[in-house]
């Protein structure tokens, strides 16, 4: 699910800016691979604005929610699901200095406009292989500011030369297999012995 809802992203984004009049620049790639030495590989990021998954972590607080359904009378128990929050990096490399601070701020105004992305309100291209399996989703995406001292440890673990750019922090995405742990009869019938004391 994870590559689902960075295309997701990376497709409305770009939509978004061809209506507003400009280039779809925003492609799915490691902005690690800016320096390179693979042509192939540096030269998708030619001109372009990077989107690059930097980091993930699992919502604590829906860590131990218990997993189970009720089939045919029976209760099937599976391992709670992973809930992750995605960080997004939006990395403008574009020729012109100035094309990179129009893409990141134009960037910006879209999140700002949409926060929530649902199934019902998100169009995306459903005809692509990989996408084929998405049925229900919901997250939302908000920007998220590092502090200086992050900022600079997060370009430093990316062994390139800063770029304008925005993080994003992406929640909830789901993650399931769907395999039983284990199964129980439900309790269908209660009895209650009830006891009366003699009177003396």
């Given at each position: 699910?994870?590559?689902?809802?960075?295309?997701?992203?990376?497709?409305?984004?770009?939509?978004?800016l061809d209506?507003?009049?400009?280039e779809k620049?925003?492609v799915?790639?490691?902005i690690?691979?800016?320096?390179?030495?693979?042509?192939?590989?540096s030269?998708?990021?030619?001109?372009?604005?990077?989107?690059?998954?930097?980091?993930?972590?699992?919502?604590?607080?829906?860590?131990?929610?218990?997993?189970?359904?009720?089939?045919?009378?029976?209760?099937?128990?599976?391992?709670?699901?992973?809930?992750?929050?995605?960080?997004?990096?939006?990395?403008?490399?574009?020729?012109?200095?100035?094309?990179?601070?129009?893409?990141?701020?134009?960037?910006i105004a879209?999140f700002?406009?949409k926060?929530?992305?649902?199934?019902?309100?998100?169009?995306?291209?459903?005809?692509?292989?990989?996408m084929?399996?998405i049925?229900?989703?919901?997250?939302?995406?908000?920007?998220?500011?590092?502090?200086?001292?992050?900022l600079?440890?997060?370009?430093?673990?990316?062994?390139?030369?800063?770029?304008?750019?925005?993080?994003y922090?992406?929640?909830?995405?789901?993650?399931?297999?769907n395999?039983?742990q284990?199964?129980?009869?439900?309790?269908?019938?209660?009895?209650?012995?009830?006891?009366?004391?003699?009177?003396?």
């Open positions: 699910m994870i590559f689902e809802v960075i295309q997701i992203i990376a497709e409305q984004v770009n939509n978004y209506e507003i009049g400009l620049s925003v799915t790639e490691n690690a691979f800016l320096e390179s030495q693979n042509d192939t590989v030269g998708n990021l030619d001109d372009k604005v990077a989107l690059t998954l930097i980091n993930l972590d699992e919502e604590a607080t829906l860590k131990n929610v218990p997993n189970h359904t009720i089939q045919n009378s029976k209760t099937i128990y599976k391992n709670s699901v992973i809930n992750l929050n995605l960080y997004l990096l939006f990395s403008a490399n574009r020729t012109i200095y100035i094309n990179s601070l129009n893409d990141i701020s134009k960037i879209f700002q406009g926060k929530l992305f649902t199934q019902t309100n998100t169009i995306y291209n459903r005809n692509n292989v990989a084929t399996n049925d229900n989703f919901r997250f939302t995406v908000e920007l998220y500011t590092p502090t200086f001292e992050e600079n440890y997060i370009w430093g673990t990316l062994g390139g030369k800063q770029l304008p750019s925005a993080l922090k992406v929640s909830m995405i789901q993650i399931e297999r395999i039983a284990g199964e129980g009869e439900l309790i269908s019938i209660f009895t209650r012995d009830t006891k009366t004391k003699e009177q003396s």
